[in-house]
Structures are given as C-alpha cells and as structure tokens.
C-alpha cells in the first residue's frame, strides 16, 4: 500500500493510505496479542499507552487491552478459587458476577459479596499463565536472538531480561497486596487518592479479593466531562502522585496503563478521587539512581549540556547518545529541549516528529534501551503514561506535571545529598540553598500562572 508506487507525502492521499495501512497492521497486532494472551497481552497493552509517540491507528486499536483482554469463563475462575482456597466459591461468596469488570493480561477482575455483605473486587489469575509463560519467553527470547544475529543493529535482550524479572513479581498476588498497603501508607496525607484494602483471608498467591470500587477509566474524556472533573487538577495531581514516586519516595507504581487508574467525582464532592489498582510490579529506586535521574531533569530544564551528558552516562548511556535519552525522558525533540522545555509548550507538530523521526533512530534508541540502568525502563513506562494521559485530555500543552516534578527533583537531591553530608556547616548551607530554589519554583509558577492568564485574555 505504501511502497508500491511514488507518493507525494504531503498528499491526502498518501495521508489516507497511511492510516489505512496503520490500521490493518494494528488490527493484525491485536489479533496476535489476544490469540496469544499472557505475555503478548502485557506488549499490546504498552503500545496502547503510547499515543504521544505512535500512530493513533494503533493507539486506538490496543486500547482496548487495557480493559478488555480476552476472558476465561466462570468455570475456570472457579476451579483456580477452589484449588486455592480449599473451599467452593460458592460458600465464600453470597452474589459473584459472571460478567467480569474487566480482564488483563495475566487475570481478570470480578464483582463480588462475601457473606457479611461487604461488596469485593474478586482479582483471578488465567489457569494457563503459570504454564504458557514460561514457554511465551522462551519463544520470544529466541525470536529475539535470531533477529540479533540476522541484524546485528537489533539490540532488545533488555526487554526478555526485564520480562523475566518482572512477571514473577506480577504472578503473586500476595505480594500486589503487600505493596497495595505499602503504597497506601506511603501516601496517606494524599486525601484524594484510594488504594483498595485488601482481604487477606480470601487471597492467595493466585487470588486476591480487595475493596470494591467504582469510576471511570483516566483518559475516558466522556466520562471526565459527564463527571465535571477537572483535567487540569486531574493531570496535576497525577503528575505530583508519580513525582514523589520517581524522584522522592523511590517506591514507583511500574505497570502504568489508564486501565489501572480510575476517577470519580460525585455531585457533592469537592475534589476527585483517584483510584491507584493492581499493584502487582513496583520498582525500588536506588539513591544513586534518584539522584542522578533527578539532576539529569534539572540539566535538561536548564540546557546544561555537560551536565546532562554526565548524569546520562552515570545511568549507563554512552556518551554520544545522551541527547537522544534526553529526548526519551522527556518525550520531546531536542531542538525543543535546547529552546528550553519550560518555555515552549507541546504541540501536534512535535507529535509529527517524533511518529515521522523515530524510525530513523530506531538503533540507537535500542542502543539506550540495552545499555541504560534497569532502573530507568520502569520509570520511563511510567513517563509514558503521564504523557499519554495529559494527550487524552488535551491538557499537553498546560505541562501540567512540569513544575511538581521540578520540585520533587530539587527535594530528593536535597535529601540525598543532605543524608551524606556530616559537616554542619554544609549541611546549613544545604537547608538555605533547597529554602531559596523552593522559593525561586514558587515565584516561577505565579510568572507562568500570570502569562498564562494574560494570553487567555489578550
């Protein structure tokens, strides 16, 4: 459809067969994931979360992944319950609807009533994950072995390492719990923000029964818009929430899809709540990690070359690629980024460049990806999800986040750097510094919230 004929590229026919081709390959990608499920689930997942970069063909298409993953029947779930639990599902729960609330890759979520009445989301793992992910992997690990050796360019044995690692967190649900209560005490000044309690003596490695709660999905705009939510104050809280994950508590919520965030805002209430679910994969960040993460987004919002090029190869970038990791953290081009990011607001016209750019770069940014502290893979799937959320809700240009997160970065090099210094001196000196830039990011966001407010109105 493409290659077969010369296309003047700017055509709008050449537009329309693009997004037809977009859209067969897409559909061909979703048949794949959902004929396989497990693991190729999880990847369908992630390419629906990358809408700032990808075309909206294959955004749109594996969206639906997030929460309609295909399903096991009834008869299934409750022969895992069962096995489990030792008991008939039946005896545990008064009511359990058939209809799920919605179905993963590695499990799917029902309602519920235990006996005393309590409303429950019913959390079961697919009979075949245990079995089928072993061999997933081995398959997808000897497809990318082969692909290595037949383009030597093709650097992805990041990703088979950091799958492995990661799904035998994600496949005991006794540990989502454990890390569901951690993350609740973590947070628990953040008044708007629930993490489902958890039942302990229904859940087991392969089931976790948790606090029944109900919204809609974070980039559901309908529902934001019906509800009277705020996008703004919803991306800002967001965008806070992640900070003090990534570059204050250490403690980040590593498998980010919209589906694992849900809203609500009832008539009577002032502020939105925002519901935080499946805690299966959570990354603990190093100190060293934090700190040079944190000053390698106050060089690249400063310009400062030498500083971005040292922080990125202390988190293992070669040297001469520590501008493309720039632009990968960041999600913008480096044009941009040496206009300074806090100055220029996004645009569909970077959105362009990077869909048009990133195939010409496609090797090195493998090349990161392969060498890059495994820390930072994490987190970046994180930065998708805020990216992809603030596009959903039209709030890009706002850089919502931009200014929260300067300040998580200032807060955790101050903490790092205060926690290793003995001398008192330095360490007053240290106080006074972090008070002055807390004071300098206070004075910078009333400037940016008064032009913000004199563009509204000119």
């Known amino acids: 459809m493409l290659y077969s004929r010369e296309w003047d590229k700017s055509s709008k026919e050449y537009i329309q067969a693009k997004s037809e081709a977009h859209l067969i390959g897409a559909e061909k990608l979703l048949e794949l994931c959902r004929a396989n499920k497990g693991v190729y689930i999880k990847v369908g997942q992630h390419v629906g979360a990358l809408d700032y970069l990808l075309p909206t063909e294959y955004v749109t298409t594996m969206r639906v992944l997030h929460k309609d993953a295909p399903r096991n029947s009834i008869e299934e779930l409750y022969k895992v319950i069962k096995e489990d639990l030792k ?105 708007w923000l629930k ?24 980039n559901d705009v309908k529902y934001i818009d019906n509800s009277r939510i705020d996008k703004y104050d919803l991306c800002l809280k967001l965008g806070d929430l992640y900070s003090h994950m990534i570059f204050v508590s250490g403690f980040v919520h590593s498998d980010p899809h919209p589906g694992n965030i849900l809203v609500k805002k009832d008539p009577g209430d002032k502020d939105v709540t925002i519901y935080l679910l499946d805690h299966g994969l959570y990354a603990q960040l190093s100190e060293k990690f934090r700190y040079h993460y944190s000053k390698l987004w106050l060089s ?74 495994r820390e930072a893979l994490l987190v970046l799937k994180t930065n998708d999800l805020i990216r992809s959320i603030e596009y959903a809700l039209g709030m890009q240009e706002r850089m919502c986040g931009f200014m929260v997160m300067t300040k998580c970065c200032t807060k955790s090099i101050y ?24 004071l300098m990011l206070y004075v910078y966001n009333v400037f940016l919230k008064l032009r913000e407010k004199f563009v509204m109105y000119s």
């Open 87 to 191: 008991q008939d599902p039946h005896e545990l729960f008064v009511e359990f609807d058939p209809e799920p609330l919605g179905t993963a890759s590695l499990a799917q979520v029902h309602r519920a009533k235990l006996k005393d009445g309590t409303e429950v989301a019913v959390k079961v793992q697919h009979h075949f994950v245990k079995k089928n992910t072993k061999i997933d992997l081995k398959w997808i690990e000897l497809i990318i072995y082969t692909m290595s050796k037949v383009f030597p360019d093709f650097e992805m044995q990041w990703l088979v390492d950091e799958t492995k690692k990661n799904i035998t967190k994600e496949l005991d649900f006794l540990q989502e719990g454990r890390n569901a209560e951690r993350v609740s005490v973590l947070f628990n000044d953040y008044k």
């Open 195 to 218: 993490v489902p309690k958890i039942f302990w003596d229904y859940s087991t490695e392969r089931v976790l029964v948790m606090e029944y709660v109900s919204g809609g999905q974070v």
């Open 300 to 373: 690249i919002i400063g310009r400062n070359r030498e500083e971005m090029k040292f922080h990125a190869e202390e988190l293992g970038i070669p040297k001469d690629l520590y501008g493309l990791f720039a632009c990968m953290v960041t999600g913008r081009p480096w044009d941009v980024i040496m206009k300074g990011i806090d100055r220029t607001k996004p645009s569909s016209q970077e959105k362009s460049t990077f869909q048009n750019e990133l195939p010409n770069f496609l090797h090195h940014v493998t090349q990161c990806l392969e060498h890059v502290n």
């Open 415 to 438: 903490q790092l750097e205060y926690k290793k210094e003995k001398s008192l001196l330095r360490k007053q000196y240290l106080n006074t510094k972090y008070v002055w830039s807390l």
